[in-house]
């Protein structure tokens, strides 16, 4: 979530998503307990894979329940695991921005770890919905949509553009559309039996619109970073041609 590299500098912060709740009291008090606690953000990074493995595996186990109480137990579980995921990414750019604990080597646990829970997540949704003809090839599809969203981001900041988190599928929004798959999905036992709905539709429904979400937000950032692009070939070209003298 954040720009952990130890050259980060104050405008650099500003390339941060923009998250409500990091000015919170209960997430200062938190970033500053961890801290006391001398976890740096890199563990804490590694610890929101740990915590989306523990999600995927408990969407796998749900595609194989039998029972409808073991499986509505690994769901709640699975969709615990995705706002503590989110909290996870939270506290690790306050430790390392707010909190000045930033290291040469943030950047690669900043995203890298982001991207394998994305992965872990969204595949282990569609195994969760082993049911569904086709499930988990969708599982599959937005995860891979999800890993472009940030690959594009990270490719205008790459050409020294400000990162673009504009779309309408970010990383928090998937995370609580898959959430809602869960939760809907503990129901289906005795929603979808009368309708001859297959177990985990609901879930395949979250994926389907995480994955059309993804295809959209992958379309509106390449836009904004061809807009940046040629605004600054503009901005260069009319520098190149100012006449010597000129203010």
Known sequence: MSERSSSSTDDERTMRRVVPQR??????RTARGLQKLHLTPNMISVASVVIAAIGCAALIAAGSADDAVPRALLLLLAALCAPLRLLANMLDGMLAVEGGMSSPVGDLYNELPDRLSDLLFLAGAGYAATQVPGGIAIGWIAASLAVLTAYVRSLGAAQGLSNHFEGPMSKPRRMWVLVLGCLLSIAEPFTTAPL????????????AVIALGSLATVVVRLKCIARDLENAALTAGGQHHQPPGAP
Not at 23 to 28: C, L, N, V, Y
Not at 196 to 207: D, E, H, T
Request: glycine content about 16%.
């Open 23 to 28: 000015t919170t009291g209960w997430a200062r």
């Open 196 to 207: 001859g709905l297959p177990l985990g539709s609901s879930l395949v429904l979250a994926l």
